[in-house]
């Protein structure tokens, strides 16, 4: 790798260590939000990294919507195991079943995630959760601080957000209010695969390409499979895909693509022009400020 731009992946390794280590030491309980996709693999990397040789000093906690891919699971699972890492689960269809959330009739379980997060997050008392988004993704995203402050409902004003001069951190809260912070805020989705390449860090091997039967539903390609079976009147179709982001299986798509390693990716992801969740998230399509709508209520 060339040294220019290994220097540029120290550097936001530094500037994220620094972050976790901010966090650790202003705030009394902060939790790691792990949904087992690549950013948020990097994110628990980055804290093994930041407090080694300690062990990781916060739990992980994982909002299962239970439309999970398996794989994922599988890595999350081997993640924890490393690690020695505390896990904590929220799970979506246990709010489901208790009444708290209701299922929306498009299947997303995407914004019902919500109030299953706020709830956990107050049953651990959990003041401070760090969240994988990056700038680059998606422009709600773009706007929002490092620390982002959320109220005691859990929302987020993106009209009443601290500065963050000289890379100097507020996190002072009150009792019930709490921080969303975003260590990868300054990374792209080049610095991200350029770094996992760089330190050969173990991801869940849809990220990959290889032959996937798929059918293609709004211009975007959906691997057929237990969440997302075949309609009446679509046909299925074998294309070499990997999927650039990890959501619900039944509304993440896939990319026809060759790449099978992480080189292969790396190349890919220089030459692309449109963002991961913008080719392949089909709960972000609902409207225009579909992530920014999720935020203000409560959202990663």
Request: charged share 30%; aromatic share 8%; net charge negative.
């Amino acid at each position: 790798m060339k040294s220019h731009v290994l220097s540029q992946l120290r550097s936001l390794e530094a500037e994220s260590i620094h972050i976790m280590r901010e966090v650790v030491a202003e705030m009394q309980r902060p939790c790691l939000l792990f949904s087992g996709g690549k950013d948020s693999i990097v994110m628990l990397h980055l804290a093994v990294k930041a407090f080694a040789p300690a062990r990781v000093p916060f739990p992980i906690m994982h909002v299962d919507t239970g439309l999970n891919f398996q794989t994922v699971l599988d890595c999350r699972d081997r993640w924890v195991e490393r690690t020695g890492v505390q896990l904590v689960v929220a799970s979506v269809q246990e709010g489901i079943d208790r009444g708290l959330v209701q299922e929306e009739p498009n299947g997303s379980r995407n914004r019902i995630q919500t109030p299953v997060l706020l709830e956990a997050a107050e049953k651990h008392g959990f003041d401070a959760l760090f969240g994988g988004g990056r700038r680059d993704e998606e422009k709600a995203r773009a706007k929002e601080r490092v620390f982002s402050f959320r109220d005691d409902f859990g929302q987020w004003d993106p009209k009443n957000q601290r500065p963050e001069i000289w890379n100097l951190y507020n996190g002072r809260v009150h009792q019930g209010e709490s921080i969303r912070v975003f260590p990868l805020s300054n990374w792209t989705e080049l610095d991200i695969w350029s770094y996992i390449e760089a330190e050969d860090i173990d991801l869940p091997d849809l990220y990959l390409a290889k032959e996937r039967e798929v059918v293609e539903r709004s211009g975007m390609l959906y691997e057929v499979n237990g969440f997302t079976p075949l309609k009446d009147g679509e046909t299925a179709e074998v294309r070499s895909t990997r999927y650039r982001t990890v959501g619900d299986a039944n509304l993440t798509a896939c990319v026809e693509s060759a790449a099978v390693t992480l080189r292969d990716v790396v190349e890919e992801v220089a030459a692309v022009r449109l963002t991961e969740r913008g080719a392949t998230r089909g709960d972000d399509k609902v409207s225009e400020a579909a992530m920014e709508d999720r935020k203000k209520e409560g959202y990663f």
